[in-house]
């Protein structure tokens, strides 16, 4: 018996836009089947233009993508109808009902009729809009209209779930909402999901791999856990008035310079097994002012920041 | 929230290898679907029949009024009211094109791009409902042209007036549809919209005969579309008279010989728009 194809693998992805923009460079990863794969990564890193090139909107300048065994570039429509996108903003029909845009997809997809409003109707039902399913999607809220867009994708039962930034604009609650929506349909449907977004928390709490992308090329890809693991059990947070000399206490206290960061006047350090006491005694000691210090363990904020050396925003790609 | 977990867990077991859509399926469901939308907003169904309607009803009388007087007059009235069809088709299909603007900017039109359907259907789609809106607008704008009291001839002839109405509104369609692309702006799309639905209005031999324009002008109706579909409007629906438009054209003296010729200039001009469209569109749907 032959091993079942990734549900998602991309080979050496490269998209160059005129102007020598290059958007992502050579990016290889695989997805198997069922597993919740996340790519993280700062604005313009390449997520947006990684997922165009797997779902056939944008033409990769080389290299090649298949969804379940299928080339990309050789069979778009069939590449097409195992997979269904959730876009960052809205992609939908306002003046229509969201009944009306659901059937408009599960024609568009060939699932036949009876099936599909089977379907329809326990989604609808599972995420609680059955009750403003015929209202004009216009008037739904932020979060209404998501749900709309999440129940639309799942409608003709994909392989492969591309959702790209999901929750951006969305607020903490709402957010939350639909991470737990997602986690129970993705448990139920065994769909792979192939997630962009900027929430590490989001990563975490859904993914079973995350791939950290930076300029077009992916920097780290791991477990969330094996991702922690990165800066050991404990970071040393301090906010000092002179961060080069902090960085010089920093290294000759013996702590790799790869684990030193500095945003602003905020320099955070990867103990490494070293003590706090310690090491704060010898910043202390360089005649560095420490306005403030804090260990804790370390978030994949932390993990990202080292890997990609910039903030996570909430603004759009 | 509620949830049911036997409910969703049999939709996993159902999950079915993927099959081409039929094209013609997919034609029916993206031609409902434009047509569900330009319904809720009716205002694009009645704005571009104002202008024809308004030119029908009281421009073509009073310009026969002030032009000709006695028998003349109806005949005028007639050649006039036919023109408004001429306007009438590329404002609709012009404002059929802002539909595919308002797709890409706050519609659906990406998930329309990630279906699996051929992307050459979403441009058939829309030119199907364009072509049923146009045609109910016609067919009111002659019932009231009519009404006002213009004469048509209604035989086996109109069917020149019918085939050249539907490849003029493909042609316009195309059109439109290359301009959605080439003018993705709505403030940018719609400054175009008077040099490619008016303007040739007025040279295509809509309100006298192209032989009354300066030679240079002449040959340049010759090649506009426009001018070719108001003569084939003509010869379907005005009898003999209707003759005269397509002898301006082509000088010649075998009036279908004349109208299988300027059908073939709207045919060409169509095929050239529409394959147009379909290749803007779609290098426009992947980047």
Request: contains cysteine; charged residues 15%; aromatic residues 6%.
């Amino acid at each position: 018996m032959t091993a079942p194809s990734p549900a998602i693998e991309a080979i050496e992805l490269t998209k160059t836009y005129p102007g020598d923009v290059h958007a992502v460079r050579g990016i290889s990863f695989q997805v198997e089947p069922g597993e919740a794969f996340g790519l993280l990564g700062p604005n313009g890193a390449g997520k947006t233009t990684t997922i165009g090139m797997l779902n056939t909107t944008v033409t990769p300048t080389s290299g090649r993508a298949l969804l379940g065994g299928r080339d990309v570039a050789k069979d778009p429509m069939g590449t097409r109808a195992i997979s269904s996108v959730v876009f960052q903003d809205a992609v939908v029909d306002q003046p229509l009902s969201g009944r009306r845009n659901l059937e408009l997809h599960l024609r568009l997809w060939g699932v036949n009729t009876a099936e599909g409003r089977n379907r329809l109707h326990q989604l609808a039902e599972d995420v609680g809009m059955a009750d403003y399913l015929d209202r004009p999607v216009a008037t739904y809220s932020g979060g209404q209209r998501r749900r709309m867009e999440i129940v639309r994708a799942l409608l003709s039962n994909p392989q492969v779930l591309f959702l790209d930034e999901p929750t951006v604009g969305l607020d903490t609650r709402v957010r939350h909402d639909l991470f737990d929506v997602l986690a129970t349909l993705r448990d139920r449907t065994g769909v792979t999901i192939l997630l962009t977004t900027h929430y590490l928390d989001e990563a975490e709490r859904l993914c079973d791999r995350i791939a950290i992308i930076d300029a077009g090329r992916i920097v780290a890809c791991e477990t969330p856990a094996n991702l922690l693991g990165l800066l050991g059990d404990e970071v040393l947070e301090v906010r000092v008035d002179d961060t080069s000399t902090a960085i010089q206490a920093l290294r000759a206290a013996g702590l790799p310079e790869d684990d030193i960061l500095v945003i602003g006047s905020t320099v955070t350090a990867s103990l490494r097994g070293s003590s706090s006491e310690t090491v704060l005694h010898q910043l202390r000691g360089a005649g560095v002012n420490v306005r403030s210090a804090t260990t804790r363990i370390p978030t994949l904020d932390d993990v990202y920041l080292r890997l990609t050396g910039g903030h996570i925003t909430a603004a759009e790609e | 929230m509620t949830t049911t977990p036997t409910a969703l867990a049999s939709t996993v077991d159902t999950r079915r290898a993927p099959r081409p859509i039929r094209p013609v399926r997919s034609l029916g469901t993206l031609t409902k679907r434009r047509l569900a939308l330009t319904v809720r907003s009716p205002q694009s169904l009645v704005l571009p029949l104002v202008a024809p309607a308004l030119f029908a009803l009281a421009i073509a009388p009073a310009l026969a009024n002030t032009i000709h007087a006695g028998p003349g007059r109806t005949a005028y009235m007639t050649f006039v009211a036919l023109s408004t069809a001429g306007l009438l088709i590329p404002l609709n299909c012009l404002f059929s094109g802002l539909g595919v603007i308002v797709d890409r900017q706050q519609g659906a039109m990406r998930e329309l791009l990630v279906a699996p359907i051929r992307r050459s259907s979403i441009v058939f789609g829309n030119l199907v409902a364009a072509l049923t809106l146009t045609a109910f607008q016609v067919v009111v704008l002659i019932a009231l042209a009519a009404a006002r009291g213009s004469n048509y001839t209604v035989g086996l002839r109109a069917l020149w007036f019918v085939a050249a109405a539907v490849v003029f509104v493909i042609l316009m369609y195309g059109l439109a549809e290359i301009l959605t692309v080439r003018l993705p702006s709505p403030v940018e799309y719609i400054g175009a919209v008077p040099a490619l639905a008016i303007v040739p209005f007025f040279f295509a031999g809509s309100l006298f005969p192209i032989t009354a324009l300066p030679n240079w002008l002449d040959a340049v109706a010759k090649i506009l579309p426009l001018t070719h579909a108001l003569a084939l409007f003509r010869y379907g629906l005005t009898g003999p008279s209707g003759v005269t438009a397509l002898h301006n054209i082509w000088g010649l003296h075998n009036a279908t010989t004349m109208a299988i010729l300027s059908m073939a200039v709207l045919v060409l001009y169509a095929l050239v728009f529409v394959n147009g469209a379909i290749r803007v569109f779609t290098k426009a749907g992947t980047s």
